[in-house]
């Protein structure tokens, strides 16, 4: 089967086209293609509440290159799931128009929970991760930030917060570079969304962290020093979680320009990095608190709720 899934976040829209066959009992994907345009459909959407008229044109812009795409791998299934930006916007409907009128498909906004499980199953996927191993897989978008547990490739616990990195850089993060204060308040209000979930997601239980989406996936490319990104380079690898916390407050610091003349920096995540990197560098700093140390390394998945969706189709 192939099929074609369209993430639309918070900041990006992506497209996924895949080969699905399943091999003793397992479902494979192979890609086909697998591309994203920044869209920044949130832009606005935390203070003012609604999907503003640019961000709408950006986004029917996308779509009208996705299909002439689609039109030629011809996918069977074609599908358009939307996330955080889109659940928390009073004009969904004019969103959901534009990917009706662009795209000629009913687009299906999934809840926080949904998108959790989503990722987890498109995350693990790509991970080699031990059957008895308690898994965290971190998906920090830019809107919100889903936390999924797991262990044998089923899920134990989900939740999803109103926490992302266009979120927080547009709500802390207002000179450039950031202040240490509003670095310090950034880092506050995370603590206190970890706190909140703490009776759900047991931190001090992990023994894995995956973590996907365009912060992560900068975080390792900076610390492994890549000439430009490189998406093999990045599925699968690993790095110490000290290094990874030294990291992110090193972004975090970082001017815009710094940020953009970095080779792997994708132009439309300049202004919400340094959001994201305090992000990230507080929730591995709590993990690294609550385990004493037990999880050595974060690991990051190129694969996550694009091939989530996608073996769900093929579950169905």
Known sequence: MRAAVIDCGTNSVRLLIADMTVTDGEIELTDCVRTMEVVRLGEGVDSHGRVSAEALGRLAKALDGFVATIKRFQPEQTTFVATSATRDAANAEEVHDVVRHHLGVEPRVITGEEEAR????????????????????????????????????????EVSTQMGAVRYAERFMHSDPPSEEQKEELAQAVGEVLAGISDTIDFSSVDRLVGVAGTVTTVLAHALDL???????????????????????????????????????????????????????????TIQERTGGRVKELAASENDILDGVAIDLMRR
Do not use: Q, W
Not at 135 to 147: A, K, M, P, Y
């Open 118 to 157: 989503f990722s987890f199953t498109g995350a693990v996927s790509a991970v080699d991760v031990a059957p008895v191993e308690n898994v965290l897989v971190l998906d920090l978008g830019g809107g919100s930030t889903e936390f999924v547990t797991g262990r044998g490739g089923e899920v134990t616990a």
């Open 227 to 285: 000439p430009s990104y490189v998406p093999e380079r990045i599925t699968g690898a690993a790095i110490p979680v000290p290094l990874a916390i030294a990291v992110c407050g090193e972004l975090a610091s970082f001017s815009k320009k710094r940020l953009a003349d970095l080779p792997y920096m994708h132009p439309g995540r300049v202004d919400i990095m340094t959001g994201g990197a305090m992000i990230l560098k507080t929730i591995l700093e």
